[in-house]
Nanobody, 124 residues
Framework: QVQLVESGGGLVQAGGSLRLSCASS????????MGWFRQAPGKERKFVAH????????YYADSVKGRFTVSRDNAKNTVYLQMSSLKAEDTAVYYC?????????????????WGQGTQVTVSS
């Protein structure tokens, strides 16, 4: 069982920035690729970003490309999501998740463990 705990969410004005963190309990954290998803009220949970085991490869949804940056620190068992130029439509609960796939995966079913989520609200 892998436990994930997100933090860093909050209320920010449009154009502002936030950095989310996701801390993992997994002793083998560096063997997992990680993903970030988000879910707006009344909508499906959607893929945001993926980072490989080493952090050397990243992939983003078109809606956040150029504004969000995913990174990880395997020594701290933590993955980050730096969000800049935030828009009202970025408002959602943000989740981190673990996948053992060797490929970039963007669907929920490919991720085995999830955090509880952290709320991000962008005011316009």
């Amino acid at each position: 069982q892998v436990q994930l705990v997100e933090s860093g969410g909050g209320l920010v004005q449009a154009g502002g920035s936030l950095r989310l963190s996701c801390a993992s309990s997994a002793r083998t954290f560096s063997t997992y690729a990680m993903g970030w998803f988000r879910q707006a009220p009344g909508k499906e949970r959607k893929f945001v970003a993926h980072i490989s085991r080493t952090g050397g490869s990243t992939y983003y949804a078109d809606s956040v490309k150029g504004r969000f940056t995913v990174s990880r620190d395997n020594a701290k068992n933590t993955v980050y999501l730096q969000m800049s130029s935030l828009k009202a439509e970025d408002t959602a609960v943000y989740y981190c998740a673990v996948t053992d796939s060797d490929y970039v995966v963007v669907t929920r079913r490919d991720y085995a463990y999830w955090g509880q989520g952290t709320q991000v609200t962008v005011s316009s």
